[in-house]
């Protein structure tokens, strides 16, 4: 895969919507891999901060499938009932989630082709 150059700021947060909007139902990323996807290694906060952003009832982006690299749903008072919100979705897909949010990683990680990825954010054919 040829390396990219990192996305601008602006972009950022466009591209981590972009990764997340492919994870397929029924699967889970993490906020790090979803970074490193959108070529934007070690910003798995500003993927946290960006998908935070999202109106989780109101959003055809599926969310709800990125959790952190333990296998965790990230819970916490400020998430507002979004993490319960999120472990419903997931057990909705046939992702088992136990009541502290943790879940079977491993089984049900995302490994996506790191060049079709690139090629969906970046086409070869785009306007430079």
């Known amino acids: 895969m040829e390396r990219q150059a990192p ?4 972009d950022r947060a466009r591209h981590f919507l972009q990764v997340t909007a492919l994870i397929p ?3 889970l990323s993490t906020y790090g891999r979803v970074a490193e996807l959108a070529g ?3 910003a798995a906060r500003q993927v946290g901060w960006a998908l935070g952003r999202l109106d989780p009832a109101d ?8 959790v ?5 749903i ?9 993490d319960w919100l999120q472990r419903q979705l997931l057990l909705d897909e046939g992702i088992p989630v136990d009541e502290q ?3 079977p990683l491993a089984r049900y990680l995302w ?18």
């Open 7 to 10: 996305p601008q700021p602006d």
């Open 25 to 27: 139902l029924g699967r």
């Open 40 to 42: 934007c290694f070690g």
């Open 59 to 66: 959003t055809s982006i599926p969310w709800h499938r990125v």
């Open 68 to 72: 952190n690299a333990r296998g965790q």
């Open 74 to 82: 990230s819970m916490a008072l400020s998430r507002e009932g979004s």
């Open 101 to 103: 949010g943790e879940l």
């Open 111 to 128: 490994n996506p082709d790191p060049d079709e990825i690139a090629e969906a954010l970046w086409p070869a054919d785009a306007p430079a």
